[in-house]
T-cell receptor
Framework: KAGVTQTPRYLIKTRGQQVTLSCSPI?????VSWYQQTPGQGLQFLFE???????NKGNFPGRFSGRQFSNSRSEMNVSTLELGDSALYLC????????????FGQGTRLTVV | AQTVTQSQPEMSVQEAETVTLSCTYD???????LFWYKQPPSRQMILVIR??????QNATENRFSVNFQKAAKSFSLKISDSQLGDAAMYFC???????????????FGKGTLLTVNP
């Protein structure tokens, strides 16, 4: 059974650009959550999707957005990139919202220059 | 809001010995879950062990066990017979156990970097 797949693995963007990251959950999983990991702030919750609906959102500016498709794949978008957006973005999938076990992907390393 | 604190930024252990990583948390909820995740250099977060707050018995997974002290809001991880492959960043995490509209996000501590010396 394939695990959580995040693409791309690495990304370099320029300030002011926008970026889209993709996450394919484990087959059959319907819940996807996104986290930002930085050395200074640690791991912070971005948002959670279940059945194409955003259930919860963390404390991030509106430049961060996401969506989930009918096949449970999820994308997150960051517009008008800032240097501080440089981070490892992790996606986690669960069978359902509230399932205690979340499986993580290997993340996308975003560098903003 | 819930908070998770890991007071040991770094720890080291000799191969085959035992090490304990500390974690404390703060919550006003009675129903919740606690987790230890491992993040090796490959960056993928791997679930090591989980504990349901309503269970008094401490969780155990092979060489990994926890000491869950609910009243003290403490959740430490003990790694026995440490192996070189145990070297990684370890994160303690909290999740609400509520249903319905509850936020199921994971709240993480800052992590403890574990080094295993041969």
């Amino acid at each position: 059974k394939a695990g959580v797949t995040q693409t791309p693995r690495y990304l370099i963007k320029t300030r002011g650009q926008q970026v889209t990251l993709s996450c394919s959950p484990i087959s059959g999983h319907r819940s996807v959550s996104w986290y930002q990991q930085t050395p200074g702030q640690g791991l912070q919750f971005l948002f959670e999707y279940f059945s194409e609906t955003q259930r919860n959102k963390g404390n991030f500016p509106g430049r961060f957005s996401g969506r989930q498709f009918s096949n449970s794949r999820s994308e997150m978008n960051v517009s008008t990139l800032e240097l501080g957006d440089s981070a490892l973005y992790l996606c986690a999938s669960s069978l359902f919202a509230g399932t205690t076990e979340a499986f993580f992907g290997q993340g996308t390393r975003l560098t903003v220059v | 809001a819930q908070t998770v604190t890991q007071s040991q930024p770094e720890m080291s252990v000799q191969e085959a010995e035992t090490v304990t990583l500390s974690c404390t948390y703060d919550t006003s909820e009675s129903d919740y879950y606690l987790f230890w995740y491992k993040q090796p250099p490959s960056r993928q977060m791997i679930l090591v062990i989980r504990q349901e707050a309503y269970k008094q018995q401490n969780a155990t997974e092979n060489r990994f066990s926890v000491n869950f002290q609910k009243a003290a809001k403490s959740f430490s991880l003990k790694i026995s017979d440490s192996q070189l492959g145990d070297a990684a960043m370890y994160f303690c995490a909290y999740r609400s156990g509520g249903s319905g509209g509850s936020n199921y996000k994971l709240t993480f501590g800052k992590g403890t970097l574990l080094t295993v010396n041969p």
